[in-house]
């Protein structure tokens, strides 16, 4: 039980154009899900808490307008880079809150912005 | 403010040896949950242990168990008989009230044959 999808797993794309990232939670329903970035031999780095229903919270430093999250259900939550830019390439992981304070992992996503 | 800190950035283990990784943390709350989450090369985030603080006993997985010391604010892992698949950055993670999770900055763990 508790497993959470994303995809994709592998996304490249041009510089000025948007990317959406899909988390699903498979196997049990999601109130809240979390958006990670994690660059390389780091830690992760969170970026937004996302809320079914309701705004996402964001935090300090990460541009909303850039990095828009919609939680629509209680099983999915997307992560949308509007006019990426080479900068913004990275991996971004997902993870859904199952359980009393318990967090699952999405396999990730790999965004590469030539 | 919270703060989880892991002091040894790279640990080796000889295969079907023992290894202990440490992590301290910083919170003036009383009730909250500890984490170690194992990432391997694929980088998908694994849940390795949880341990509840107003629990005294400590949690234990399998071949995974953690020693919590509640007034010391530490919370090691300890995995016995290491495997080869246990090669992966371990992470320790905080989290209190429904809030966002704390995370150390890893440990990265080679097993050797």
């Known amino acids: 039980g508790a497993v959470v999808s994303q995809h994709p797993s592998w996304v490249i794309c041009k510089s000025g154009t948007s990317v959406k990232i899909e988390c699903r939670s498979l196997d049990f329903q999601a109130t809240t899900m979390f958006w990670y970035r994690q660059f390389p031999k780091q830690s992760l780095m969170l970026m937004a808490t996302s809320n079914e229903g309701s705004k996402a919270t964001y935090e300090q430093g990460v541009e909303k307008d850039k990095f828009l999250i919609n939680h629509a259900s209680l099983t999915l939550s997307t992560l949308t880079v509007t006019s990426a830019h080479p900068e913004d390439s990275s991996f971004y992981i997902c993870s859904a809150r199952g359980g009393v304070e318990t967090q699952y992992f999405g396999p990730g996503t790999r965004l590469l912005v030539l | 403010a919270q703060t989880v800190t892991q002091s040894q950035p790279e640990m080796s283990v000889q295969e079907a040896e023992t290894v202990t990784l440490s992590c301290t943390y910083d919170?003036?709350?009383?009730?909250?949950?500890l984490f170690w989450y194992k990432q391997p090369p694929s980088r998908q985030m694994i849940l390795v242990i949880r341990q509840e603080a107003y629990k005294q006993q400590n949690a234990t997985e399998n071949r995974f168990s953690v020693n919590f010391q509640k007034a010391a604010k530490s919370f090691s892992l300890k995995i016995s008989d290491s495997q080869l698949g246990d090669a992966a950055m371990y992470f320790c993670?905080?989290?209190?009230?429904?809030?966002?999770?704390?995370f150390g900055s890893g440990t990265k763990l080679n097993v050797k044959p």
């Open positions: 919170t003036s709350e009383s009730d909250y949950y």
């Open positions: 993670a905080f989290i209190y009230n429904f809030n966002k999770f704390y």
